[in-house]
């Protein structure tokens, strides 16, 4: 079935980049996903990429999909203590369409250090 | 825009008892919606699928009696655990796909459930 793995855990200091990665086994997802989530909130829609793509870049998030190796990435440049929380990943399933139905990573937990 | 809310936020319950949470898409329309648990430092499980007008699909392992989901209108969700006990404790969370759109899907602020 459907996989999404992710690294648990990433420390960073303030001003450097982040790079988070994530892989995933559904070859026919269509759209590749990062949402953000702050303690005891929602997921926050950070990014998208189609399948189609390799990059996308918006403002400090640059994502990068590997599609021969199933691997994305999410680097955030400058980082800062606004940006500790969880990360996740997530893919969306396709098989039987596009139901919009998306399988989760783990998370990766970023703590920043000033 | 594409702001999905969730009430109530936080819910303590006995056991035995029911529990309704909503889920509201607040300036768009969602013909799909999506309820996901989360345990404490865990990824999001998809519970089901919610279509308005029809009904929900389940995933493989989670109750349909249990979890009774209704999508009255295409901005209103409704997840109801029936007969809570202390191990359906946890964070609901629910999104919403927007109308005509493959890949636009926005997260509620989640609902904290906790059976006593």
């Known amino acids: 079935g459907e996989d999404v793995e992710q690294s648990l855990f990433l420390s960073v200091r303030e001003g450097d980049s982040s790079v988070i990665n994530c892989t995933y086994t559904?070859?026919?997802?269509?759209?590749l996903y990062w949402y953000k989530q702050e303690p005891g909130a929602g997921l926050q829609l950070l990014t998208y990429?189609?399948?189609?793509?390799d990059m996308k870049q918006d403002q400090r998030l640059t994502v990068l999909l590997n599609k021969k190796d199933k691997h994305l990435s999410l680097r955030i440049a400058d980082t800062q203590t606004g940006d500790s929380a969880i990360y996740f990943c997530a893919e969306s399933i396709t098989l039987g369409g596009n139901t919009g139905k998306l399988i989760f990573g783990q998370g990766t937990t970023l703590q920043v250090k000033p | 825009g594409a702001v999905v809310s969730q009430h109530p936020s936080r819910v303590i319950c006995k056991s035995g008892t029911s529990v309704k949470i909503e889920c509201r898409s607040l300036d768009f329309q969602a013909t799909t919606m999506f309820w996901y648990r989360q345990f404490p430092k865990k990824s999001l499980m998809l519970m089901a699928t919610?279509?308005?007008?029809?009904?929900?699909?389940?995933e493989q392992g989670v109750e349909k009696d249990k979890f009774l989901i209704n999508h009255a209108s295409l901005t209103l969700s409704t997840l109801t655990v029936t007969s809570a006990h202390p191990e359906d404790s946890s964070f609901y969370i629910c999104?919403?796909?927007?109308?005509?759109?493959?890949?636009?899907?926005?997260f509620g602020p989640g609902t904290r459930l906790t059976v006593t």
């Open positions: 919610s279509n308005e007008g029809s009904k929900a699909t389940y």
């Open positions: 559904d070859s026919s997802s269509t759209y």
């Open positions: 999104s919403a796909l927007l109308a005509g759109s493959p890949y636009e899907q926005y």
């Open positions: 990429i189609f399948s189609n793509m």
